[in-house]
């Protein structure tokens, strides 16, 4: 039952943030310059509509989350695994800090293998092999074959 | 009569070796990544929009559209042999169908997926083919106040339709209009949203969005999920010749699927999930032996796989002659349009009859290919199941990541991407629907458009919206979809 619980009150939280990113929005909206010509409906109409829906339906997905009369979460029942999250992330964040000064065969390499990793699989030679060809194939197949630019990063004079 | 002259024309167009290479392009595509878990038909057509900037936009879309119709039919694939549905439309088709190739009846139930979807998918593309003209011709008469209303009627259907529940609905619609919100104003050219970034005054592009809910957010929730992790490839038994007795109880599932199907894609009522259900369920009750529902009956594979091809020709209808998607891969098909700079609605019949026509006669074509492609070659799709899912899921996210980067080349795109990719997890660990948020992304804007003229040819008076009758009509509808959801619930308990 504890764990419903931590549902529970994780389903509020993000009630709350969504009326929070609506709270937001009503305060931005309110920053934006209106010329008086369009001072009937004009830029901030529907942004101050979206601001109010989402307060609302963020207040009553929370409280719906605290009565406990939200339908079952039902992805709750089995614990989530946080390493491969965690190695993923890593993945994503170290592909977009390596893209451009280390070159898009580098960053997609690495975040291949990281994207493996955090799927379970530990077969390290076999991932680190595919991961680079496969970075090598995409870099050679889209800026030749399609004419896009990728940065080549430290391997600009290998490729 | 006039719709059967369109249609030659449009085989005309449809014809042309370059054409058929195109929708064979697309169809095959479409099997594989129907057959592929974690990448789908919205994830795919967004990935492939800027490359296919430069190209011939009738030639675009009949690869568009059959990758559409292929992915449906390969999805059944991955249902049957995997237990892990390929695409949202055939969670149904998982069950019996996953039974039935335990039990060494797999060829049999890839035999009546592929068959069904066939038959569905061009029954479907009939009705498309003679009921879009109608809409067409009632579309004309369409103000801003109508679309307004219809747009409205389109976010209250998909949202309550789609996910758990009406609120978890309405918030993704929400969260997905206000991204849409983000950038230049198009009427006045204010800036919205920006925050101050430069790189935000365009807009967050809908391939961002697409791929961090649909491939970063979808990535790090099956990581998350040891249960979705290891699944077991069960290998075709039996023969895809199917016997009488098959034959005999799945033609009827087959045609009731479609009449189920088609309407709920062509009503702005919610893609493709709703109609493959009420098919499961209408199946299990009409079946000679329901007692078989759980041990792998034919019928309930039959019956949803028709359901949900029948159901993506249905959803062309509102696309295509109003403007109107009603799923994610829909929208996604809507922005594009908007990348030609094309509007799909009633004008495009007039201005751009040679696009449509060609991709509507392109659809009986690509489900020939199809069935062509995903029966006696289905030994081949299989291969594709082998790839282990560490370097599947590897491959997805590289893709990904690439092809937000060279929207313009700029790493802040990617920043966004994990924004959205966050958001895209959680939404599915807490299941909310993603759909509503793509259509609310896509269709916001339009909308808002829309509402703002209808305002200023009233001059303000916000009653044009209850005083057109057509409108009014609309916006009523709209409000019994909130509502009566909720009056059920309240009688219930």
New interface residues.
């Given amino acids: 039952m504890d764990r419903n619980r931590v549902g529970a009150a ?2 509020a939280l ?1 009630g709350l943030a ?1 009326a929070a ?1 609506g709270a937001f ?1 009503a305060v ?2 309110s920053t ?4 008086p010509v ?1 001072a ?4 901030q ?3 101050y509509i ?1 601001a109010g ?2 307060i609302l ?2 207040l ?2 929370a409280g ?1 989350a605290l009565r406990g009369t ?2 079952p ?3 709750g029942r ?1 614990p ?3 390493f ?2 965690v ?3 890593v ?3 170290a ?2 800090l390596l ?2 000064p280390a070159g ?1 065969v580098i960053a ?1 390499a690495v ?3 990281c ?7 530990r077969r390290y030679v076999r ?1 680190a092999a ?2 680079v060809v ?2 090598v194939v ?1 870099y050679i197949g ?1 800026t030749r074959g ?1 004419n ?3 940065p080549a990063g430290v391997l600009a004079g290998v490729l | 009569m006039q719709a059967l002259n369109a249609l030659f024309d449009g085989f005309a167009t449809a014809l042309t070796w370059v054409n058929l290479g195109w929708a064979f392009l697309g169809v095959t595509l479409g099997t594989a990544i129907g057959i592929l878990p974690g990448i789908g038909p919205a994830l795919t057509i967004a990935l492939l929009l800027p ?1 296919t900037a430069h190209l011939d936009p009738t030639a675009a879309f009949i690869m568009f559209a059959g990758l559409y119709y292929g992915a449906m039919y390969g999805s059944s694939t991955t249902s049957i042999l995997l237990n892990t549905p390929g695409e949202s439309g055939s969670i149904m088709t998982a069950i019996e169908g996953n039974l039935m190739a335990r039990q060494g009846r797999g060829a049999a139930a890839l035999a009546t997926a592929a068959i069904g979807s066939f038959i569905a998918g061009t029954i479907g593309t009939v009705l498309l083919t003679f009921l879009a003209p109608v809409v067409v011709k009632l579309a004309l008469r369409f103000g801003p106040a109508e679309y307004f209303a219809l747009m409205i009627l389109a976010f209250t259907t998909v949202s309550a339709m789609l996910g ?2 009406l ?2 609905g ?2 993704s619609l ?2 997905g ?2 991204i849409g ?1 983000v950038g230049t ?1 198009k ?2 050219g ?4 920006s ?1 101050g970034y430069l790189e935000l005054l365009g807009g967050v592009d809908v391939v961002v969005v697409a791929v961090g809910l649909f491939a ?1 957010g979808e ?2 929730y ?6 979705l ?1 290891n699944a077991e490839i069960i290998p075709i038994k039996g023969s895809l010749m199917m016997t009488r007795e098959e034959w005999r109880r799945s033609w009827k599932p087959w045609l009731r699927g479609t009449f189920l199907g088609f309407p709920f894609g062509a009503l702005p009522a919610g893609g493709t999930e709703i109609p493959t259900f009420l098919s499961y369920f209408t199946e299990k009750k009409l079946a000679r032996r329901p007692e078989d529902f759980g041990k792998g009956a034919i019928e309930g594979v039959a019956g949803p796989e028709a359901a949900n091809n029948a159901a993506v020709a249905g959803v062309l209808v509102p696309l295509l002659t109003l403007g109107l998607p009603t799923s994610a891969t829909a929208a996604i098909l809507l922005a594009a349009f908007q990348q030609y700079g094309l509007q799909p609605g009633p004008l495009l019949f007039v201005s751009n009859s040679t696009l449509v026509w060609g991709l509507i006669a392109s659809l009986y074509i690509g489900n020939v290919m199809l069935l062509v492609l995903n029966l006696p070659l289905v030994g081949l799709w299989v291969r594709l199941l082998a790839i ?4 599947l ?3 997805i ?3 990904s ?2 092809g937000v ?2 929207l313009n ?1 700029r ?1 802040f795109d ?2 966004i991407l ?1 924004v959205l ?1 966050v958001l895209g ?2 939404m ?4 909310f629907p993603v759909a509503p948020c793509i259509i609310g992304l896509i269709l ?1 804007p339009l909308a ?1 458009e829309q ?2 003229r209808a ?2 040819i009233s001059q ?1 008076d916000w009653s044009v919206f209850v005083t057109h009758p057509i409108s009014a009509a609309l916006l009523v509808l709209a409000a019994l979809c909130l509502v009566v959801p909720l009056a059920f619930r309240l009688r219930r308990g």
């Fill in positions: 994780a389903e993000l969504v990113l929005i931005e909206t934006i310059t209106v010329s369009y009937k409906v004009g830029p109409a529907i942004p979206v829906a989402l339906l963020g009553l997905f719906a939200a339908p979460d039902a992805a089995t989530t695994d946080w491969p999250l190695a993923i992330s993945g994503l964040v592909q977009m893209l451009e898009f997609a975040l291949f293998f994207v493996a990793f955090g799927f379970g699989s991932d595919i991961a496969l970075a995409v889209f399609l896009l630019q990728l | 490359v758990a529940s609120l978890r309405l918030i929400f969260l209009i206000a919100l104003d009427l006045t204010q800036a919205r949203f925050l970063v990535a790090l099956v990581a998350s999920r040891p249960e992790r282990p899912q560490p370097l899921y590897g491959g996210l590289v893709f990541t690439l980067y060279s080349g790493v990617l920043i994990y990719g997890y959680l599915r660990r807490f299941e916001g808002e509402f703002r305002l200023s303000g």
